[in-house]
């Protein structure tokens, strides 16, 4: 079993892994992109980075504050590396910076750039309707509240926050020339120079208060899904010479090297959804009519609950399609037969099971709730993988690591977006709730959503993976079948809801 061991220089190096990893990786060749899982199973797993920042993706958050940043304002008699990592040109940060406007205090490690080359001035990581801009510049920052350094924080689900700046080419940027004109020292990988201090802050846009934030990954092996990602709507403009300067200063080579492999190029392609939404803190301008603002986390800790230790009966009565998400209606009409049989059944059933769970029952229930991250909880990638390692080696199957890695965290990640309303609920994460709950009850439902889910994978094209997904809304969509709220309505995650509970 691989397993991460730190040296120090991984502490400031992200991109570094790969060394005490034992596996190179690059951005084209045979040890390019489409061969990372190879050696790092997560990269073809869930809620990867970078993705496109789509339209239709925005949902409007009203809880969104501007991002502050404490001691980004260096003074020149500190000295900051300047390395190349063989991978990205980086900044080493101090640990007195940070941003304070998070759920925890996230520390400051570094400053890494993405670009594109002299013929192509396309090279961000995040792209926005499709467009990509010149380069993509990432501060990189980990939850110092909860863990002592970044190498303990960045394979846990709360580890990490990234702030991404876009790119574009424009104007002279003064504040990238107090890192630019040293570029020269550091023409080959593993070198380094120290130049001063100066307000970080300049760097990044003016305006910190409109942005977008999903729950998304490192870009770069071994691609953990740990980063809460901020990427500011406005990109930063450095000068065509800047850029070449970025683009062309740089190789992938050591200084003893025969053969210079020049470093551009280095960003990855945009990744799946994976039922995630992109929370926006604004919402005017070009394109934003009509974005939808996000359901309250209140409702969606009620609908959690409700499948957690719910009476799942109330759901047999209100219909199983329901659960499904828009555009099944037609799905539903097909199935009524099913929906009828699995009601009579469970009216047939005694009904003193579900209403005097056994001691057991209660038992599992709560393991469950705290399981699946009503309670605060972390992940930690490095012990699902070496537990789902060990499970497929006694079964000789270590080939499906990459697939069996991402159905064991999919669900509990979904789960905890959906929570913090960066996700849709995905149709399996409810069945992997449903599977905790020891009851005929469940049993059906699940058996149920499982035809279902086969059955929209055949009649539509739904997230290749994880099949469709309830989607929430600020305001009625398609997806809320249309019935008079005097009929009572037992499943809120069904109706818009507004912030107001
Ligand atoms: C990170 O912290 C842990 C626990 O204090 C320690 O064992 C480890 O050596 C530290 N790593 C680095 C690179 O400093
Ligand atoms: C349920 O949990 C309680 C307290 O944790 C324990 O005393 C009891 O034995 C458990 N019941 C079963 C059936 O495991
Ligand atoms: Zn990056």
Redesign the pocket.
Same mark, same amino acid.
């Given at each position: 079993m691989r397993c991460l061991s730190f040296t120090p220089i991984a502490v400031l190096q992200l991109t570094l892994f790969s060394v005490t990893h034992g596996a190179k990786w690059t951005y084209s060749g045979p040890q390019g992109e489409p061969h990372w899982t190879e050696h790092y199973p997560y990269c073809g797993g869930a809620f990867q980075s970078p993705i496109d920042i789509k339209s239709e993706l925005l949902r409007f958050d009203p809880t969104l504050h501007p991002i502050e940043l404490q001691n980004y304002n260096l003074s020149p008699n500190e000295q900051l590396t300047l390395g190349n990592n063989g991978h990205s040109l980086q900044i080493s940060l101090p640990s007195k910076m940070h941003i304070s406007s998070l759920l925890h205090r996230y520390t400051a490690a570094q400053i890494h750039f993405h670009w594109g080359s002299s013929s192509r001035p396309a090279g961000s990581e995040h792209t926005v309707n499709s467009k990509q801009y010149a380069a993509e510049m990432h501060v990189v920052h980990y939850n110092s509240d909860k863990y002592p350094n970044i190498s303990l924080a960045v394979d846990k689900s709360d580890g990490l926050a990234v702030l991404g700046v876009l790119i574009e080419v424009g104007e002279f940027n003064p504040a990238f020339d107090q890192f630019l004109k040293f570029i020269s020292g550091v023409k080959y990988i593993g070198q380094k120079v120290q130049v001063p201090g100066f307000n970080i802050r300049t760097l990044l846009p003016v305006r910190l208060d409109e942005y977008y934030r999903y729950d998304g990954s490192l870009t770069t092996p071994p691609c953990y899904p740990s980063v809460l990602w901020t990427v500011f709507r406005n990109p930063v403009a450095i000068s065509q010479k800047q850029f070449l300067s970025l683009a062309t200063s740089l190789s992938s080579s050591y200084a003893q090297d025969s053969a210079l492999m020049p470093l551009h190029s280095n960003y990855r392609k945009p990744q799946l959804p994976d039922s995630r939404v992109v929370l926006v803190s604004f919402k005017e301008g070009k394109g934003l009519h009509g974005t939808l603002t996000v359901t309250s986390p209140l409702t969606r800790k009620r609908v959690i609950q409700q499948l957690l230790v719910g009476d799942l009966a109330d759901l047999a009565d209100e219909g199983l399609y329901q659960l499904l998400p828009s555009g099944s209606q037609k799905l539903h009409a097909g199935k009524r037969k099913d929906h009828k049989n699995w009601q009579s059944e469970i009216v047939a059933k005694p009904k003193q099971q579900s209403l005097n769970p056994?001691?057991?029952k209660? +038992?599992q229930t +709560?393991r469950d709730v705290g399981k699946l991250g009503l309670a605060e909880d972390t992940l930690c990638y490095v012990s699902v993988e070496q537990r789902v390692f060990h499970q497929l080696r006694q079964s000789h199957a270590e080939n499906q690591l990459v697939q069996n890695l991402r159905n064991a965290v999919f669900p509990e990640l979904n789960l905890k977006s959906y929570l913090d309303c960066k996700s849709d609920l995905a149709l399996s994460t409810i069945r992997h709730i449903l599977r905790g709950r020891p009851s005929d009850e469940a049993f059906e439902l699940d058996r149920s959503l499982t035809k279902a889910l086969m059955n929209q994978k055949t009649t539509s094209t739904p997230n290749k993976q994880n099949g469709p997904m309830i989607k929430h809304g600020g305001r009625p969509s398609a997806a809320v079948p249309k019935k008079p709220l005097s009929h009572g309505y037992p499943h809120p995650w069904l109706l818009p809801m507004e912030w107001e509970d």
């Amino acid at each position: 079993m691989r397993c991460l061991s730190f040296t120090p220089i991984a502490v400031l190096q992200l991109t570094l892994f790969s060394v005490t990893h034992g596996a190179k990786w690059t951005y084209s060749g045979p040890q390019g992109e489409p061969h990372w899982t190879e050696h790092y199973p997560y990269c073809g797993g869930a809620f990867q980075s970078p993705i496109d920042i789509k339209s239709e993706l925005l949902r409007f958050d009203p809880t969104l504050h501007p991002i502050e940043l404490q001691n980004y304002n260096l003074s020149p008699n500190e000295q900051l590396t300047l390395g190349n990592n063989g991978h990205s040109l980086q900044i080493s940060l101090p640990s007195k910076m940070h941003i304070s406007s998070l759920l925890h205090r996230y520390t400051a490690a570094q400053i890494h750039f993405h670009w594109g080359s002299s013929s192509r001035p396309a090279g961000s990581e995040h792209t926005v309707n499709s467009k990509q801009y010149a380069a993509e510049m990432h501060v990189v920052h980990y939850n110092s509240d909860k863990y002592p350094n970044i190498s303990l924080a960045v394979d846990k689900s709360d580890g990490l926050a990234v702030l991404g700046v876009l790119i574009e080419v424009g104007e002279f940027n003064p504040a990238f020339d107090q890192f630019l004109k040293f570029i020269s020292g550091v023409k080959y990988i593993g070198q380094k120079v120290q130049v001063p201090g100066f307000n970080i802050r300049t760097l990044l846009p003016v305006r910190l208060d409109e942005y977008y934030r999903y729950d998304g990954s490192l870009t770069t092996p071994p691609c953990y899904p740990s980063v809460l990602w901020t990427v500011f709507r406005n990109p930063v403009a450095i000068s065509q010479k800047q850029f070449l300067s970025l683009a062309t200063s740089l190789s992938s080579s050591y200084a003893q090297d025969s053969a210079l492999m020049p470093l551009h190029s280095n960003y990855r392609k945009p990744q799946l959804p994976d039922s995630r939404v992109v929370l926006v803190s604004f919402k005017e301008g070009k394109g934003l009519h009509g974005t939808l603002t996000v359901t309250s986390p209140l409702t969606r800790k009620r609908v959690i609950q409700q499948l957690l230790v719910g009476d799942l009966a109330d759901l047999a009565d209100e219909g199983l399609y329901q659960l499904l998400p828009s555009g099944s209606q037609k799905l539903h009409a097909g199935k009524r037969k099913d929906h009828k049989n699995w009601q009579s059944e469970i009216v047939a059933k005694p009904k003193q099971q579900s209403l005097n769970p056994s001691p057991w029952k209660k +038992n599992q229930t +709560n393991r469950d709730v705290g399981k699946l991250g009503l309670a605060e909880d972390t992940l930690c990638y490095v012990s699902v993988e070496q537990r789902v390692f060990h499970q497929l080696r006694q079964s000789h199957a270590e080939n499906q690591l990459v697939q069996n890695l991402r159905n064991a965290v999919f669900p509990e990640l979904n789960l905890k977006s959906y929570l913090d309303c960066k996700s849709d609920l995905a149709l399996s994460t409810i069945r992997h709730i449903l599977r905790g709950r020891p009851s005929d009850e469940a049993f059906e439902l699940d058996r149920s959503l499982t035809k279902a889910l086969m059955n929209q994978k055949t009649t539509s094209t739904p997230n290749k993976q994880n099949g469709p997904m309830i989607k929430h809304g600020g305001r009625p969509s398609a997806a809320v079948p249309k019935k008079p709220l005097s009929h009572g309505y037992p499943h809120p995650w069904l109706l818009p809801m507004e912030w107001e509970d």
